[in-house]
């Protein structure tokens, strides 16, 4: 399928998970209602915390959204190639209804058929929980993706601090996930180059989060009492690969505000040099008499 604009991202994702059963829901504020653990929408599981946890949705067990998210958790990556601190999560639900056996087939499905995304096997490679005290080593999802025609040489074990997600606040429905990578033409930074590693030959698109354990205030993982998928594809990420864009920041998305600074600021995106280019680079300490006293 050839993109031709963010919107038709957003489209054929939404087209994709309706075909297979699931109900179009509108984005969620990213100011959360009735929610003291967080102050934003963080991620498209966000807003189904109840439904997660086993409340019945009024839409049905397969659910498929565009989230609008602001994330801070990792604003120190903000400004590089694809990090963003407001970004679209592409996403469908499953609530105790479809698990792994059907999850990671479509996901394939999605990325790789030519009705769809189109994306080069090839260039693509994939990540699974290598398993802990808390959750055992996810060979099943492995295994899915192995059979889909996924090489071992394409396919990573990484641990909880990789292939895990949630909960979004302290407590709450979490679990291991696997995860979906482009990877783009530049050489492995070394022989243990891998998804897990921030030089960016491996860009994250997508993630299957298999949500089936509750995180308790003690930090002990209980099992929920349904199994559900939550999955997230980035649409500026994958927007800008489809696009063969550099960075998230070079497609139309981002175009009329970029444009609109450079009008404003008379200053040319990409070509002149950062007003901030002679600022120190350190912070400045504050004198001890206001650091003590915050003033
Ligand atoms: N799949 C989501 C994410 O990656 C969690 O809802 O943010």
């Known amino acids: 399928m050839n993109i031709q604009s963010a919107n038709e991202l957003r489209s054929l994702f939404l ?4 075909e ?7 984005s969620a504020s ?21 439904y997660l946890m086993g409340e019945k949705h009024p839409m049905g067990t397969r659910l498929t959204d565009v989230q609008k998210c602001i994330r801070t958790g990792d604003i120190d990556d903000v400004g590089d190639p694809s990090h963003l601190t407001f970004f679209e999560m ?18 394939w499905e999605f990325l790789t058929s030519k009705d769809w995304l189109g994306l080069d096997p090839d260039k693509l490679a994939f990540t699974v929980f290598e398993g802990d005290q808390d959750a055992p080593r996810d060979e099943e999802a492995a295994n899915l993706w192995r059979a889909q025609g996924v090489k071992d ?6 641990p909880k601090k990789h292939n895990w997600w949630g909960p979004a606040g302290i407590t709450g429905p979490c679990g291991p996930d696997t995860e ?6 530049q050489p492995p930074c070394g022989p243990d180059c891998s998804p897990a590693c921030s030089c960016g030959r491996y860009l994250e698109i997508w993630n299957d989060v298999f949500m089936q354990y509750e995180k308790q205030a003690d930090g002990t993982f209980v099992p929920l009492k349904q199994k559900n998928v939550d999955t997230g594809m980035g649409l500026e990420r994958t927007y800008c690969v489809l ?6 920041y070079e497609t139309e998305i981002f175009s009329g505000i970029i444009g609109k600074i450079e009008e404003l600021s008379g200053r040319k995106y990409g070509q002149d040099p950062s007003p901030f280019a002679s600022s120190p ?15």
Do not use: Q
């Not at 297979?20 to 509108?26: L, Q």
């Not at 592409?90 to 996901?107: A, H, Q, R, V």
């Not at 680079?281 to 003033?295: D, F, I, K, Q, R």
């Open 30 to 50: 990213v100011i959360p209602e009735n929610d003291p653990t967080v102050l934003f929408t963080t991620a498209g599981m966000h807003p189904l915390v109840p």
């Open 153 to 158: 040489d394409h396919l990573f074990y990484l």
């Open 243 to 248: 696009m063969g864009a550099g960075t998230v």
């Open 180 to 185: 979906m990578f482009i990877i783009r033409d």
């Open 90 to 107: 592409l996403g469908n639900w499953s609530l105790g209804d479809y698990f792994k056996k059907e999850m990671i087939p479509w996901s």
């Open 20 to 26: 297979k059963g699931h109900a179009r829901i509108p």
């Open 15 to 18: 087209r994709f998970f309706e």
């Open 281 to 295: 680079t350190t912070c400045v300490p504050l004198p001890s008499s206001s650091a003590t006293t915050g003033a």
